[in-house]
Structures are given as structure tokens and as C-alpha cells.
């Protein structure tokens, strides 16, 4: 539980679950959303000291010939690796809590949403008052992020495979967005869920 004076949801799901669709519609109903991909991102640009580190540990190869970080070959090397994962988590997650930190505590709007892939994997669920989940059926997490990112269903299943499992994440939810079917359908669910999440605020405000 956050001790935060903003109340901030957590907003999580599968890899291909649709977090950034259900993010961009809460932005569109004026909150401030914080991404952790792009605090992960923020972590690694070149001059960071996180990067230094990775060069000295992965070689060469990790950086692309202007000095930034070749993702896809990093996402190649820890994957097939749990160790190599667990090592570059041990030297990003502390350098990515102090970004979330920092961006929440600027957040100028009623509430604050924290998009996470790894919101339940990390600490980053100690930022955050409730957890909101975007769910589908894995068949259709495996569908779409082929057709978004491109890549086989083998490595897409490893990303699955290292993140919480479809009924861990459920069973820490505080809300759930189905999103199995048409894009249409999030815009209710999520306009339904900004007025809760109004009156939430409200509450702990006033605490």
C-alpha cells in the first residue's frame, strides 16, 4: 500500500493484454499515467551509469553502434537465461522505483495510474493504493503481441512464462478489465472505473 498523498492505481496485465490502450483512455479523462516502460527506458539511455554496467557485464553486442542499448539483443540473451535475468533485475528495478517515484510525486491530477507489465513481479505494487488488471485468454495474449511486435510464439511464451501467472494476477486484483473483446468495449468499462476511482481519492484525501 502506498503512503503516497496521491492515490495511485496499479494498472498491470499479460504481455498483449491491451494495458496501453486502457492507459491512453484513463490520459483521455485528464490522469496522469506513469509508465514504467518508459521509466525502465529512462534507466538505460546512454551516459546512464545502469548502462555502463551492462556493457561491462554482456559485452559489446548489448549496445547499438550510436552507444544505445540493442534491446532486442538483450531480450534474446536474459530470456534464455534466468540468471542473466535476475542479474540485470538486481541493477534496474532499484534505478526504476526512484523514476516512479519521482514522476508520481508530480502527478497533477485527482488520482495517478502506475502502467506496469512487472507491477506484481516487483516492488513497484507498494507504490499503489489498488490493482487494476486488464485480462485476456492467453491464446489471444499470444495473438496479438505477434501481431504488434512480430517475433515466434516461442520467446513470447518465454515473456509469459516470466511474468506472474493469468490467475496469480487475478487473484491480486482489486479490479478487472476483460478485454477479450472489441476495443469499443474498454471505453465504458474504463470511463465507469475513472468515477470510482474519483470518489477513491476523494475518500483518501480526506483521510
Known amino acids: 500500500m502506498s503512503d503516497s498523498i496521491m492515490f ?17 483512455l484513463f490520459r483521455e479523462h485528464g490522469i496522469t499515467v506513469v509508465d514504467a516502460d518508459q521509466a525502465a527506458r529512462e534507466a538505460v539511455l546512454p551516459g546512464s551509469p545502469a548502462l555502463a554496467e551492462i556493457r561491462t557485464h554482456f559485452g559489446a553486442p548489448v549496445l547499438k553502434e550510436n552507444g544505445s542499448l540493442n534491446r532486442a539483443w538483450l531480450r534474446g540473451a536474459v530470456f534464455a537465461d534466468p540468471k542473466q535475468r535476475q542479474w540485470l533485475e538486481a541493477l534496474l528495478h532499484p534505478a526504476i522505483a526512484v523514476l516512479i517515484d519521482e514522476a508520481l510525486a508530480n502527478a497533477a491530477s485527482p488520482y495517478a495510474i502506475l502502467e506496469s507489465p512487472l507491477l506484481l513481479e516487483t516492488s513497484q505494487h507498494t507504490l499503489v493504493n489498488r490493482i487494476l488488471v486488464v485480462d485476456v485468454s492467453e491464446a489471444t495474449q499470444v495473438a ?10 516461442a520467446q513470447i511464451r518465454a515473456i509469459m512464462d516470466a511474468q506472474i501467472s493469468r490467475y496469480g494476477r487475478l487473484g491480486r486484483a482489486d479490479d478487472i478489465i476483460d478485454n477479450d473483446g472489441p476495443l469499443a468495449a474498454l471505453e465504458p468499462a474504463v470511463a465507469a472505473l475513472h468515477q470510482r476511482y474519483l470518489a477513491l481519492a476523494a475518500q483518501h484525501a480526506g483521510q
Open 144 to 153: 496479438r503481441a505477434i501481431q504488434r511486435d512480430g517475433g515466434d510464439e
Open 8 to 24: 495511485t492505481v496499479g494498472l498491470t496485465g499479460g504481455i498483449g493484454s491491451g494495458k496501453s490502450a486502457v492507459a491512453q
